[in-house]
């Protein structure tokens, strides 16, 4: 098991990092770094001995947080900006089909699995609805809002 990135290397986060209880002078949830901010390697290790973390100082945020490997990319790297993130609930904006089968009804509730950047700029997710999981683009999903969010 070896680092991919380096001690020093200008890294983007994927995705928002919230504080996992661990954070000291924060509370368990509370937003930490966005995603797309950029840090720079400050020291590597390793978690359970089967994962490389990456502490990287977010110097504009004036704040340090433990990353792994897979929620950092690149900073050169091109930055598409998404709706939605990863664990995210999500809502089928319309009916999704197979070979011209429905297979997920407009409306059905699902949540995001990964969340796909490519260069031609367009997000896809992979999202697990009941059963089944299936790429997705950004403009066939809406968020989900809770009942108590529409009072």
């Not at 991919?4 to 930490?32: C, F």
């Not at 840090?39 to 990287?56: K, N, S």
């Not at 949540?111 to 031609?120: G, N, P, S, W, Y």
Request: hydrophobic share 40%; with cysteine.
């Amino acid at each position: 098991m070896f680092p991919k990135y380096e001690y020093g290397q200008a890294l983007r986060v994927i995705r928002t990092i919230r504080d996992d209880g661990s954070y000291p002078g924060k509370q368990r949830g509370d937003l930490l770094i966005p995603r797309g901010s950029v840090g720079h390697v400050a020291d590597v290790g390793t978690f359970l001995q089967d994962q490389i973390i990456y502490r990287v100082h977010f110097i504009e945020a004036g704040i340090q947080v433990g990353c792994r490997e897979t929620e950092l990319i690149p900073a050169e790297r091109p930055w598409i900006d998404t709706r939605f993130e990863f664990r995210q609930a999500v809502v089928a904006a319309r009916d999704l089909a197979v070979n011209g089968k429905v297979r997920v009804v407009a409306g059905e509730t699902g949540q995001i699995l990964k969340v796909i950047r490519d260069a031609e700029g367009a997000a896809r997710y992979q999202v697990r609805f009941p059963g089944q999981t299936f790429e997705v683009r950004e403009t066939a999903l809406q968020e989900r809002v809770l009942a108590e969010e529409v009072l």
